[in-house]
């Protein structure tokens, strides 16, 4: 693999084949086909990560070795159990908490590997490049910018360096994520000062006609959730009509914590229709090393990723 100029994620790359030389194979499957400003935005996290390692146990290597964990000892499992029987093994939160959340240690090794996937799964880094390249220059001036699960804190960072952007908030309803989220940004010398809150989206009050937010992200949060149609009405309603919705959920894609089983961007289009947003955009991105029609074919893992917008003041989406 050939970065050119691209140091950050040679250095990342190269790290990571130390801690799993198998893993050529599919790397180089990973990054054959990105295109150049997809590879711009990975060296942009390459970085990101980077920053971030030394305050992670272990530093560099630690987090590679928890990537290969997940691969091999989180995913796996889940992926023969969908293989066999063409669902996910659990079916509600508190069996996805008990399994996964209520584990700090196999947390802290899962969000580690999810971190890195941003930067070695070609569906991963299309996702996060669409973010950074589709949906934020389409935000307002002056926009306020909310992010539901803001997690490991990345895609708020990336938000803070938008021109466009005025306020940077993220809710959760962990103390721990909220903390982990506040560290990373700090880190990271983001230049908005985020707010961040401990706060249950469904229970979010109704914005007043000119209150809330311009714009919210929602990525990789409803497939954790019974009813994710239910919990996106919820959401939107902290967004001002006519607002932008950013959302990213996996489709036949099995974990320790997935529960709602989105089976393509159609049905995703379709769900996010019937939480009343209209669909301005939306993108598919296979796993690595397949194509969209093979992925489909075989209900491989899809990336899903859509542009939504709530409709204007008065008016209702057909």
């Known amino acids: 693999m050939n970065f050119a100029d691209r140091s950050a994620l040679d250095y990342l790359v190269s790290h990571q084949l130390r801690a799993w030389p198998a893993h050529l194979r599919l790397l180089e499957s990973s990054f054959q086909d990105r295109s150049e400003t997809v590879l711009d935005v990975s060296e942009q996290l390459a970085a990101a990560i980077l920053q971030l390692a030394p305050t992670n146990t272990g530093g560099l290597m630690a987090m590679c070795e928890d990537y290969r964990y997940m691969c091999e000892e989180i995913f796996m499992p889940e992926e023969i159990h969908f293989r066999r029987h063409g669902s996910y093994r659990l079916a509600s939160f508190a069996e996805a908490n008990a399994a996964c959340y209520a584990n700090p240690v196999l947390m802290s090794r899962y969000m580690n590997g999810l971190l890195l996937s941003n930067v070695m799964w070609s569906n991963h880094a299309n996702a996060f490049a669409f973010f950074c390249n589709e949906f934020l220059p389409h935000l307002p001036p002056g926009a306020q910018h909310l992010e539901i699960g803001p997690g490991h804190g990345l895609l708020?960072?990336?938000?803070?360096?938008?021109?466009?952007?005025?306020?940077?908030?993220?809710?959760?309803?962990?103390?721990?994520?909220?903390?982990?989220?506040?560290?990373?940004?700090?880190?990271?010398?983001?230049?908005?000062?985020?707010?961040?809150v401990l706060q249950d989206m469904f229970i979010a009050s109704q914005p007043e006609p000119d209150a809330g937010f311009d714009s919210l992200v929602m990525?990789?949060?409803?497939?954790?959730?019974?009813?994710?149609?239910?919990?996106?009405?919820?959401?939107?309603?902290?967004?001002?009509?006519?607002?932008?919705?950013y959302i990213n959920v996996p489709a036949n894609s099995p974990a320790p914590d997935h529960i709602f089983l989105f089976k393509g961007l159609a049905h995703v289009e379709s769900l996010v229709r019937e939480a009343g947003l209209a669909v301005i955009e939306s993108r598919a991105y296979p796993m690595s090393g397949t194509s969209l029609q093979r992925a489909e074919k075989h209900k491989l893992t899809v990336t899903c990723v859509l542009i939504a917008q709530l409709p204007p003041a008065d008016t209702t989406v057909a």
């Open 156 to 196: 708020l960072y990336f938000a803070a360096n938008c021109p466009q952007v005025a306020s940077i908030t993220g809710w959760d309803i962990s103390p721990t994520s909220v903390d982990k989220t506040r560290i990373a940004l700090q880190t990271l010398g983001a230049p908005l000062q985020p707010s961040l």
């Open 219 to 245: 990525s990789e949060i409803l497939e954790h959730l019974e009813d994710p149609v239910t919990a996106l009405r919820s959401a939107a309603r902290a967004v001002k009509p006519g607002g932008l919705v």
